[in-house]
């Protein structure tokens, strides 16, 4: 089976893949101190808690933290006696071309989402990931990465409110019932909600402008589902886009091995 791993700026991500679907996953706030000991006794205790007895015989991981990378390679290599896939490493082979400027470093997350894209939808797509950064990625009609944009994102921006103006407090995001707010928190969530609506949407109209195509909008992210409740913002919803497309890049591996 494989484990594959997905490790953001907020969170990391867990799941276990056993050739025809995800048969867990798990989620936990991203520590670069966390050890890969203490990675396994955490990971090992909801396996049993859930009944899942997996013989992890391969290992990806895809992380926006390098810092991360060293004890993750470890519990691979102590745990599951298996040397890890690491997305954006030279030994890690991708099913894409990247078209981006010379001496561009292009996030992890982003390759493998444009992976996960293009294989669930073919090419010429913008793919939209809400976590830490809200990102847009632009993949071409024949799959490969050709940029993209990246925004705050929404958390983040609500953090910086709260920490910038003494008067704000920190609000949850969620949709507001109108417009105008008549109170602070109702005010806050009004701006951020329609706010990154409209930044979507304007965002993703310049594109397809610029490129002068049509082009399918995939959603992706912990707050996709919350901006998928406003009609036409995009055509599609993949919440675990990210995990799909590890799979689909572990196997390209193995196949060109």
Not at 121 to 138: E, M, P
Not at 187 to 199: A, D, E, K, V
Not at 218 to 239: C, K, R, W
């Amino acid at each position: 089976m494989l484990l594959a791993i997905d490790c953001g700026n907020t969170n990391t991500v867990f799941s276990i893949w056993d050739g025809t679907g995800f048969v867990a996953t798990w989620r936990t706030s991203t520590e670069h101190q966390r050890t890969a000991d203490q990675y396994y006794v955490w990971l090992s205790t909801l396996m049993r808690f859930q009944n899942i007895d997996a013989n992890i015989t391969d290992v990806i991981v895809s992380s926006t933290v390098p810092r991360v990378v060293f004890n993750l390679r470890v519990l691979a290599d102590r745990y599951f006696n298996t040397r890890p896939i690491v997305v954006g490493k030279p030994e890690c082979l991708l099913p894409v071309a990247v078209r981006v400027d010379a001496g561009t470093q292009v996030g992890p997350d982003r390759l493998v989402n444009t992976v996960a894209g293009f294989d669930l939808f073919g090419g010429d797509l913008i793919v939209v990931d809400f976590g830490t950064a809200t990102t847009f990625d632009v993949v071409d009609s024949d799959g490969a990465y050709v940029g993209g944009v990246i925004a705050p994102g929404v958390n983040l921006s609500l953090q910086a409110l709260h920490q910038a103006a003494a008067a704000l407090p920190h609000v949850d995001i969620s949709k507001p019932q109108s417009v105008v707010g008549t109170n602070t928190v109702a005010c806050m969530q009004s701006g951020i909600f329609w706010g990154y609506i409209g930044l979507v949407r304007e965002i993703c109209a310049r594109i397809k402008a610029e490129r002068e195509r049509p082009m399918k909008i995939i959603a992706t992210g912990g707050l996709a589902p919350l901006f998928q409740q406003t009609e036409d913002l995009f055509d599609h919803l993949v919440e675990d886009l990210t995990m799909h497309g590890l799979t689909v890049i572990h196997q390209y591996n193995r196949t060109e091995d």
